[in-house]
């Protein structure tokens, strides 16, 4: 079945840093990626998306690249901000409507 | 437009009883997804649902848990006889008709927390 590998956290970094949370998957057929944020108490929202193959998603700084050849949707941020720290989800969802979602990675940002 | 509404926030059952969530998709959406979220733990997919129909169940509990999308009304999680492994943050999300599939985008509500004592 679909599956997603997600970076383990927790992930700690100063303000400023660089971000990378890495995030592979396994589907069959062609699937779109996502990334999703949870603040605490909060429900996940929608970060950035990428629909097919070599597509690079973007939203508020991040940035990922859907890699079919790697299989993978690494999230990456250049300079990150106490603000961004929140729990982060890759996610599939396949063309039966059916979603895979990461295990999510805890980002704690310091200043 | 208000988002996913989910009510209650917080459920609070003893074991044995019955825990009844209720979802409220966005105006215009007919897609309904139902998440479980164990503490310290990922989402896992339950159940997809459109407008009284069930789509796909594969996530489900074989028993005590059944979802339910009527033509009218919300959304409805219920799980029957709860038990404390049945705590967790249960998420709702929806979806316009016509973009079902891997180009959609899932817009969730805030959650219920479900605490069996």
């Known amino acids: 079945g679909d599956s997603v590998t997600q970076m383990e956290g927790p992930v700690t970094l100063s303000e400023e840093a660089f971000l990378t949370i890495n995030c592979t998957y396994t589907?069959?057929?062609?699937?779109?990626l996502f990334w999703y944020v949870q603040y605490p108490g909060e429900g996940l929202q929608l970060l950035l998306k990428?629909?097919?193959?070599?597509d690079k998603g973007s939203n508020k700084g991040f940035e990922a690249t859907y890699r079919k050849e790697t299989t993978s949707f690494h999230l990456e941020k250049g300079s990150v901000q106490v603000s961004d720290s929140a729990v982060y989800f890759c996610?599939?969802?396949?063309?039966?409507?059916?979603?895979?979602f990461g295990d999510g990675t805890t980002l704690t940002v310091k200043p | 437009n208000a988002g996913v509404m989910q009510n209650p926030r917080h459920l609070v059952r003893r074991r044995g009883q019955e825990a009844r969530l209720r979802c409220s998709p966005m105006?215009?959406?007919?897609?309904v997804y139902w998440y479980r979220q164990l503490p310290e733990e990922g989402l896992k997919f339950m159940v997809y649902?459109?407008?009284?129909?069930?789509?796909?169940e594969s996530g489900m509990p074989k028993e005590r848990f059944s979802a339910e999308f009527p033509k009218e009304g919300p959304s409805i999680l219920r799980i029957q006889q709860v038990v404390r492994g049945d705590s967790a943050a249960y998420f709702c999300?929806?979806?316009?008709?016509?973009?079902?599939?891997?180009?959609?985008?899932?817009?969730f509500g805030a959650g219920t927390r479900l605490s069996v004592l």
């Open positions: 999300a929806s979806s316009p008709p016509g973009t079902g599939g891997p180009k959609n985008i899932q817009y």
């Open positions: 990428a629909t097919k193959a070599d």
């Open positions: 996610a599939l969802h396949t063309n039966a409507g059916k979603s895979t």
């Open positions: 105006k215009g959406h007919s897609h």
């Open positions: 649902l459109q407008k009284e129909n069930i789509i796909d």
């Open positions: 589907a069959t057929g062609y699937p779109s």
